[in-house]
């Protein structure tokens, strides 16, 4: 317990040296600037910027990222409120109620309350990366290598299920995903598989097809789509700030955020754009000003924005400790975890304990840094955010080109990055899910190396795959995370229609009450 | 819900992918193909289950047009913007990073009639930024260019 804290006040004394603070105020920038702009994601941006982080220590490269998921998914907020147009789908119950009040001249206020609540929803969330991680990181201490194998099945079955409009779709990327990982040499035996030419005998590079994946994809898609003249950001001059009585007014709807938060990041398979509907309308339900909503109610506001920001921590608990991300954008920190050379597990809690302190510490620090550089820049985002996608165009393409050239400075990971861009185009027109395919190179080897080790244990003995209760837990929540997308659906369903329902029976009543 | 016509080149594309993995993996060591053989097997069997469920729809519902799935496709801003994404590679190939950045990005500005100014500025903007943070903070050469190299 002792040592635990120790490690702890390490990593906070790591995580303040300049280096790490000069990174966690750019990624933080960084991730607005992306999460404002409505073409671009979370996700897309953390891929992008993951070559940036190759020659940092693996600590502070985990900073960057971390700090450019929490600022994208706060940034998403700021177009959500002066444009009605939210930047990430994570900010899109904020747009119901911050856009009204930005027609209502509360703009300013708006703005202050979702960086208030990110940052409340974010801080808070760290308490359980800090609590529930460690803790969960030694169950698998007791995998053996079948473990293993539907460890990774599982990470598969979950994300291949939550973002796909159709389960087979999604089960089928990932399935495409670990075909795809078998290219390179044989991991026992050395053989070449699947080989054009020698430049693959490490198997596919994760980063290059990461950024075609998620970044270079997302530029054929804007590319197809016609480029429109964004809305003019609204000009705001009231005040940034709440009176005291406001932020009393708010501070249960943070708290009951933080927990659905919370619990949707921890839970594989749903992520922030559940989460902020889900806090939506909680705050509607415990509300004692229902009337405030529809009209610009500060209580929407947070409770959705914390909701979201509260998402961050939860989702890196089963990420970094079991290595099943729920979503796209942990998918791609884990990547930058695996390329780093670290393994998710209780590796990160013991012979890499520092390094993992220092993240989370600093994951405390960018909620900080979220705030002050969320409040300052509000006005100045807000214009970034009017950027054309005429301009996005060249530049994302440009980014995607030199960051996969950065890694192992060959023009063939160009060539592999512009493949996996069109790939994953192809992928988003046809509701085939990239993140299973990216989760899948990742798995692959890992479930691989199971598989393998396993029957040559037993000697080509099958039923060792289920030989043990861990294995069939195992087996049981891959059945449940094929059946989940089902359950998450209906779930963000009802949650969206509340939201809009609720919405526009409170204006109804609004109106009959003035008329009368 | 309907099924999509293009779902039919969808199918098509993944068994023409296990197909080719298959018959790479029988020519691999017997040792080497258990793995391999595996993930063809999972894909085959999706795509099948997945193929099924599509003719249960096309039975039941009927069919979508394969526009659905390109409703207010840009046709020529498409095709400009990944021609000259291939164009590009091929150029730094040639002409090294900075010069063939600076070409992809003139031409795809003026194409998607950005302004003359606000082309200057990107173009110059995305340099400083790629020479700052990718050449001098991170220490990445950057390709010179054949053409470069044998004028030197």
């Given at each position: 317990m002792l040592g635990t804290l120790a490690q702890m006040g390490a990593g906070f004394l790591n995580a303040l040296t300049p280096i790490n603070l000069l990174m966690m105020a750019g990624g933080v920038a960084m991730g607005i600037i992306i999460g404002c702009m409505p073409g671009l994601s979370a996700a897309m941006g953390v891929a992008l910027m993951l070559p940036m982080t190759f020659k940092m220590a693996p600590e502070t490269g985990l900073i960057v990222l971390g700090a450019i998921y929490c600022g994208a998914i706060f940034g998403g907020s700021i177009s959500a409120i002066l444009i009605h147009t939210p930047g990430t789908p994570a900010s899109a119950a904020t747009a119901i109620e911050g856009y009204q009040m930005t027609l209502r001249g509360h703009a300013g206020k708006a703005l202050f309350t979702a960086c208030y609540a990110s940052f409340w929803g974010g801080l808070l969330s760290c308490i359980s990366l800090y609590f529930f991680a460690p803790l969960l990181s030694q169950l698998t201490l007791k995998f053996m290598s079948a473990e293993y194998f539907w460890l990774s099945i599982f990470g598969l079955t979950i994300i291949a299920g939550v973002s796909s409009k159709s389960i087979v779709k999604g089960l089928m990327s990932g399935a495409l995903g670990l075909l795809i990982s078998?290219?390179?040499?044989?991991?026992?035996?050395g053989v070449k598989r699947f080989m054009p030419s020698s430049y693959f005998a490490e198997g596919i590079n994760t980063t290059c097809a990461l950024i075609g994946l998620f970044s270079m994809s997302q530029v054929f898609v804007l590319a197809e789509a016609k480029i429109k003249q964004r809305a003019r950001a609204t000009k705001f001059t009231d005040k940034m700030s709440l009176t005291r009585e406001e932020r009393r007014l708010i501070r249960p709807t943070i708290f009951r955020s933080w927990i659905i938060g919370n619990l949707i990041g921890i839970l594989p398979g749903a992520g922030a754009s559940i989460a902020c509907f889900l806090g939506y309308n909680t705050s509607r339900q415990f509300s004692k000003h229902k009337d405030q909503f529809g009209k610009g109610s500060i209580e929407g506001v947070a409770g959705s924005e914390a909701a979201n920001n509260a998402v961050t921590g939860g989702s890196l608990i089963p990420t970094l400790t079991?290595?099943?991300?729920?979503?796209s954008v942990t998918a791609v920190l884990m990547g930058g975890l695996v390329i780093q050379g670290l393994t998710p597990g209780p590796e990160l809690f013991g012979k890499y304990a520092p390094m993992t302190y220092t993240f989370f510490a600093g994951f405390v620090l960018v909620q900080f840094f979220m705030l002050g550089i969320g409040l300052l820049g509000c006005r100045g985002f807000a214009q970034i955010s009017r950027l054309s996608d005429a301009i996005l165009i060249p530049c994302v393409t440009v980014l995607c080109f030199v960051g996969s050239y950065a890694i192992h400075k060959n023009i063939m990971d160009m060539v592999v990055m512009l493949v996996f861009g069109v790939l994953g185009y192809a992928m988003r027109k046809f509701d085939l899910n990239t993140a299973a395919v990216v989760l899948a190179l990742i798995l692959g080897p890992i479930g691989e190396k199971g598989l393998r080790n396993a029957l040559r244990t037993s000697n080509g003995n099958i039923s060792v795959l289920f030989s043990s209760v861990v294995c069939w837990v195992l087996i049981a929540l891959c059945i449940v995370g094929i059946l989940s997308p089902i359950f998450m659906a209906k779930m963000e369903k009802k949650a969206e229609k509340d939201a809009v329902a609720g919405t526009e029976e409170d204006i109804e009543k609004l109106t009959e009450e003035d008329s009368v | 819900m309907k099924m999509k016509k293009t779902d039919i080149g969808v199918v098509a594309f993944f068994y023409l992918v296990s197909a080719y993995f298959y018959s790479q993996t029988v020519k691999l060591p017997a040792s080497s193909q258990t793995y391999p053989r595996f993930t063809v097997a999972l894909v085959f069997g999706l795509t099948t289950l997945y193929l099924i469920q599509m003719i249960v729809r096309a039975v039941k519902n009927g069919t979508e047009s394969v526009t659905a799935d390109f409703k207010d496709f840009q046709a020529r801003q498409f095709i400009f913007c990944f021609c000259a994404t291939i164009v590009y590679l091929v150029l730094i190939h040639f002409f090294g990073f900075y010069i063939a950045t600076a070409i992809f990005m003139v031409a795809v500005l003026l194409f998607l009639r950005v302004p003359l100014i606000a082309t200057a500025i990107s173009v110059v903007v995305i340099l400083a930024l790629i020479y700052f943070a990718f050449q001098k903070f991170l220490g990445v050469r950057l390709p010179v260019g054949e053409v470069i190299k044998a004028l030197k």
């Amino acid at each position: 317990m002792l040592g635990t804290l120790a490690q702890m006040g390490a990593g906070f004394l790591n995580a303040l040296t300049p280096i790490n603070l000069l990174m966690m105020a750019g990624g933080v920038a960084m991730g607005i600037i992306i999460g404002c702009m409505p073409g671009l994601s979370a996700a897309m941006g953390v891929a992008l910027m993951l070559p940036m982080t190759f020659k940092m220590a693996p600590e502070t490269g985990l900073i960057v990222l971390g700090a450019i998921y929490c600022g994208a998914i706060f940034g998403g907020s700021i177009s959500a409120i002066l444009i009605h147009t939210p930047g990430t789908p994570a900010s899109a119950a904020t747009a119901i109620e911050g856009y009204q009040m930005t027609l209502r001249g509360h703009a300013g206020k708006a703005l202050f309350t979702a960086c208030y609540a990110s940052f409340w929803g974010g801080l808070l969330s760290c308490i359980s990366l800090y609590f529930f991680a460690p803790l969960l990181s030694q169950l698998t201490l007791k995998f053996m290598s079948a473990e293993y194998f539907w460890l990774s099945i599982f990470g598969l079955t979950i994300i291949a299920g939550v973002s796909s409009k159709s389960i087979v779709k999604g089960l089928m990327s990932g399935a495409l995903g670990l075909l795809i990982s078998t290219i390179g040499l044989d991991p026992i035996t050395g053989v070449k598989r699947f080989m054009p030419s020698s430049y693959f005998a490490e198997g596919i590079n994760t980063t290059c097809a990461l950024i075609g994946l998620f970044s270079m994809s997302q530029v054929f898609v804007l590319a197809e789509a016609k480029i429109k003249q964004r809305a003019r950001a609204t000009k705001f001059t009231d005040k940034m700030s709440l009176t005291r009585e406001e932020r009393r007014l708010i501070r249960p709807t943070i708290f009951r955020s933080w927990i659905i938060g919370n619990l949707i990041g921890i839970l594989p398979g749903a992520g922030a754009s559940i989460a902020c509907f889900l806090g939506y309308n909680t705050s509607r339900q415990f509300s004692k000003h229902k009337d405030q909503f529809g009209k610009g109610s500060i209580e929407g506001v947070a409770g959705s924005e914390a909701a979201n920001n509260a998402v961050t921590g939860g989702s890196l608990i089963p990420t970094l400790t079991l290595g099943i991300p729920g979503e796209s954008v942990t998918a791609v920190l884990m990547g930058g975890l695996v390329i780093q050379g670290l393994t998710p597990g209780p590796e990160l809690f013991g012979k890499y304990a520092p390094m993992t302190y220092t993240f989370f510490a600093g994951f405390v620090l960018v909620q900080f840094f979220m705030l002050g550089i969320g409040l300052l820049g509000c006005r100045g985002f807000a214009q970034i955010s009017r950027l054309s996608d005429a301009i996005l165009i060249p530049c994302v393409t440009v980014l995607c080109f030199v960051g996969s050239y950065a890694i192992h400075k060959n023009i063939m990971d160009m060539v592999v990055m512009l493949v996996f861009g069109v790939l994953g185009y192809a992928m988003r027109k046809f509701d085939l899910n990239t993140a299973a395919v990216v989760l899948a190179l990742i798995l692959g080897p890992i479930g691989e190396k199971g598989l393998r080790n396993a029957l040559r244990t037993s000697n080509g003995n099958i039923s060792v795959l289920f030989s043990s209760v861990v294995c069939w837990v195992l087996i049981a929540l891959c059945i449940v995370g094929i059946l989940s997308p089902i359950f998450m659906a209906k779930m963000e369903k009802k949650a969206e229609k509340d939201a809009v329902a609720g919405t526009e029976e409170d204006i109804e009543k609004l109106t009959e009450e003035d008329s009368v | 819900m309907k099924m999509k016509k293009t779902d039919i080149g969808v199918v098509a594309f993944f068994y023409l992918v296990s197909a080719y993995f298959y018959s790479q993996t029988v020519k691999l060591p017997a040792s080497s193909q258990t793995y391999p053989r595996f993930t063809v097997a999972l894909v085959f069997g999706l795509t099948t289950l997945y193929l099924i469920q599509m003719i249960v729809r096309a039975v039941k519902n009927g069919t979508e047009s394969v526009t659905a799935d390109f409703k207010d496709f840009q046709a020529r801003q498409f095709i400009f913007c990944f021609c000259a994404t291939i164009v590009y590679l091929v150029l730094i190939h040639f002409f090294g990073f900075y010069i063939a950045t600076a070409i992809f990005m003139v031409a795809v500005l003026l194409f998607l009639r950005v302004p003359l100014i606000a082309t200057a500025i990107s173009v110059v903007v995305i340099l400083a930024l790629i020479y700052f943070a990718f050449q001098k903070f991170l220490g990445v050469r950057l390709p010179v260019g054949e053409v470069i190299k044998a004028l030197k």
